[in-house]
């Protein structure tokens, strides 16, 4: 019998992407699998439409949980009733028939595997890799993402406990949940998967991209919500301070800030967003987890500290 696969997708204000992804799986060659769809806190009509759909479990949160929060539950209830690994699929993404098929069994055949993710190709195209693996050295201060999977080979290859996946579709075996627990809550959202892969490879676990498995995923052009500024600015602080030693940190925060005042000079004229970085640096720096507050406003004495740093 085919181990029993828990599909956790998350939907947020975002109905049509969400039912997409959720007629995706219906090609899949893989059968013994549970859809289970997280409604985070939509203020639309997704509750109502996603109501509708037969073929799922939908769980629904009175508010938003992020990506962290809103996996967390279903993970924990997938292990605790019986599954045997746990998909976290992004909304935007849609599978290849064969996908799921390939990832369990890579991963039955080998249990030292902590982490499991498909080549991610950009959405529209046939053959345009988004994300194939990062490699990642904490004492070099390193991590280099690839879209060649001749280098990820070789990254997989010499350096297996060194690899980070996305978590766009990513596959997480029951040992590696009960070895490490859930996501950590305090990202919220991005940057997440680089500390759980990290944590993954810290407790003697190998990650690999199944390279014959294929998903597609939505790519981003131009600027992004003010969201997306605030927490990757600040969740880069949050991951470097987790996994580094002082000294290393120091050198890492340094980089972030400096990576803030360009990002702030290439955001000219668009004071929310630089906002946003702004703010999510300083989280960072202080610590302060959690979901972005949109109503902030960047304070004087904050902006006085990133113009003497810039």
């Given at each position: 019998?085919?181990?029993?696969?828990?599909?956790?997708?998350?939907?947020?204000?975002?109905?049509?992407?969400?039912?997409?992804?959720?007629?995706?799986?219906?090609?899949?060659?893989?059968?013994?699998?549970?859809?289970?769809?997280?409604?985070?806190?939509?203020?639309?009509?997704?509750?109502?439409?996603?109501?509708?759909?037969?073929?799922?479990?939908?769980?629904?949160?009175?508010?938003?949980?992020?990506?962290?929060?809103?996996?967390n539950g279903a993970m924990e209830e997938a292990i605790n009733?019986?599954?045997?690994?746990?998909?976290?699929?992004?909304?935007?993404?849609?599978?290849?028939?064969?996908?799921?098929?390939?990832?369990?069994?890579?991963?039955?055949?080998?249990?030292?595997?902590?982490?499991?993710?498909?080549?991610?190709?950009?959405?529209?195209?046939?053959?345009?890799?988004?994300?194939?693996?990062?490699?990642?050295?904490?004492?070099?201060?390193?991590?280099?993402?690839?879209?060649?999977?001749?280098?990820?080979?070789?990254?997989?290859?010499?350096?297996?406990?060194?690899?980070?996946?996305?978590?766009?579709?990513?596959?997480?075996?029951?040992?590696?949940?009960?070895?490490?627990?859930?996501?950590?809550?305090?990202?919220?959202?991005?940057?997440?998967?680089?500390?759980?892969?990290?944590?993954?490879?810290?407790?003697?676990?190998?990650?690999?991209?199944?390279?014959?498995?294929?998903?597609?995923?939505?790519?981003?052009?131009?600027?992004?919500?003010?969201?997306?500024?605030?927490?990757?600015?600040?969740?880069?602080?949050?991951?470097?301070?987790?996994?580094?030693?002082?000294?290393?940190?120091?050198?890492?925060?340094?980089?972030?800030?400096?990576?803030?005042?360009?990002?702030?000079?290439?955001?000219?004229?668009?004071?929310?967003?630089?906002?946003?970085?702004?703010?999510?640096?300083?989280?960072?720096l202080c610590g302060v987890g959690g979901e972005f507050n949109?109503?902030?406003?960047?304070?004087?004495?904050?902006?006085?500290?990133?113009?003497?740093?810039?």
């Open positions: 019998m085919q181990p029993l696969v828990h599909i956790i997708i998350l939907n947020w204000n975002d109905y049509k992407k969400t039912i997409s992804c959720i007629k995706s799986l219906d090609s899949l060659k893989y059968h013994n699998f549970e859809t289970i769809v997280i409604d985070n806190g939509s203020t639309n009509e997704s509750i109502e439409i996603l109501s509708q759909s037969s073929n799922i479990e939908l769980k629904c949160n009175s508010t938003n949980l992020g990506f962290t929060g809103g996996n009733t019986g599954a045997d690994y746990v998909w976290l699929l992004n909304n935007d993404a849609t599978v290849e028939p064969d996908c799921l098929d390939k990832l369990v069994n890579a991963a039955e055949n080998d249990k030292n595997i902590g982490l499991l993710s498909p080549v991610i190709y950009e959405a529209g195209t046939t053959d345009k890799i988004q994300n194939c693996g990062t490699c990642f050295d904490l004492s070099k201060l390193m991590m280099e993402e690839t879209t060649d999977i001749l280098i990820s080979q070789q990254w997989q290859k010499e350096t297996p406990y060194n690899i980070i996946l996305w978590g766009t579709a990513l596959l997480i075996p029951k040992h590696t949940i009960k070895s490490i627990g859930t996501l950590d809550e305090r990202f919220f959202a991005y940057a997440e998967d680089l500390d759980y892969s990290i944590r993954s490879a810290k407790a003697g676990y190998k990650n690999i991209t199944v390279y014959d498995a294929k998903i597609w995923h939505e790519g981003h052009t131009g600027h992004r919500k003010p969201y997306y500024y605030y927490y990757t600015n600040r969740n880069s602080l949050f991951l470097w301070k987790k996994h580094l030693g002082f000294t290393q940190y120091i050198k890492r925060a340094w980089w972030n800030i400096d990576r803030t005042n360009k990002r702030m000079a290439d955001l000219n004229n668009q004071p929310e967003l630089i906002s946003a970085c702004v703010l999510g640096c300083w989280d960072g949109s109503a902030r406003n960047v304070n004087k004495f904050i902006k006085k500290i990133f113009s003497m740093l810039s």
